[in-house]
C-alpha cells in the first residue's frame, strides 16, 4: 500500500463525508449520530455541531469519539474508514471558513445569526483503520495521527508452528503463506475471523 494518513483522512471528508460517530451517554451506552467531516489535514479532522445538542454536551464532557463511515455501492464494492480519538473545541473561528468549504450548510443555517449556533471540534490524535472489500484478497490497513500510539492487532502465527498447512486450507482469503516450514500471515489482507488459530493443531496461532 502507497497511501499515508492524510491520504485516508482526505478520501474520509472529500469522498465519504458523511460518518456515523459514536459518543456514550450518562449511563455510558453507546449514542450515534450521523456527522459531516468539513475539513481535514495532517493533524486531524474537523466537524461541527450546535452547541444546544446532547451531542455537544457529550463531546464537551468526554473529548472522545469513535466513527464508521462507508463508500460503495455494494457489499463487495465497499470502503470502510474507522477512526476512535481524542477532541477539543475549536470554537466558531473557524465556521466562515467550514461553510465556504461546506457551501450547503449555509441553506440549513442561513444566517450568521443562525450559525452562532454553532462550534467546531477537531479530532486531533486518533487510531484509525482502514478496509477494502472491493479488492481480492480484501486489504487492510492502520494508521495514527496526532501522536496516537499505532496498537499490534489481529493473529500472528508463532514459531511453534510445525508447518502443518492446515491453516491454509480454512483462511477465506488466502493470505496464509509457508516460508520455511513455518505458515505467516499477510496482515494487510487478513480477515481476522480466526479460523487459523481455531484448526491449529499446536496452538503456534495467537490473538494479539
Not at 456527522?35 to 455541531?49: A, Q
Not at 470502510?80 to 473545541?89: A, F, L
Not at 467546531?120 to 479488492?135: A, P, Q, T
Request: net charge neutral; aromatic share 10%.
Amino acid at each position: 500500500m502507497t497511501m499515508k494518513t492524510k491520504d485516508y483522512l482526505q478520501f474520509l471528508t472529500e469522498y465519504i463525508h458523511t460518518v456515523v460517530m459514536a459518543t456514550v451517554d450518562d449511563n455510558g451506552l453507546p449514542v450515534t449520530c450521523a456527522i459531516d467531516i468539513m475539513d481535514y489535514d495532517e493533524s486531524g479532522l474537523y466537524f461541527l455541531t450546535a452547541k444546544g445538542k446532547d451531542f455537544y454536551k457529550r463531546l464537551k464532557r468526554d473529548n472522545f469519539v469513535a466513527l464508521t463511515a462507508i463508500k460503495g455501492n455494494d457489499t463487495m464494492a465497499s470502503v470502510s474508514v474507522s477512526i476512535r480519538g481524542k477532541t477539543k473545541e475549536l470554537g466558531f473561528d473557524r465556521i466562515p471558513m467550514l461553510f465556504e468549504k461546506n457551501p450547503y450548510m449555509n441553506k440549513i443555517y442561513p444566517t450568521k445569526e443562525s450559525a452562532s449556533a454553532l462550534t467546531v471540534f477537531k479530532i486531533h490524535e486518533g487510531i484509525g483503520e482502514w478496509f477494502d472489500l472491493s479488492k481480492k484478497p480484501i486489504e487492510r490497513d492502520t494508521f495514527t495521527f496526532g501522536g496516537a500510539e499505532n496498537k499490534v492487532n489481529g493473529y500472528y502465527i508463532t514459531d511453534t508452528c510445525i508447518g502443518c498447512e492446515s491453516c491454509i486450507s480454512v483462511c477465506p482469503q488466502s493470505c496464509i503463506d509457508i516460508t520455511a516450514n513455518k505458515a505467516v500471515i499477510r496482515q494487510n489482507n487478513c480477515l481476522h475471523c480466526g479460523n487459523c488459530a481455531e484448526i491449529c493443531p499446536v496452538g503456534a496461532v495467537e490473538k494479539i
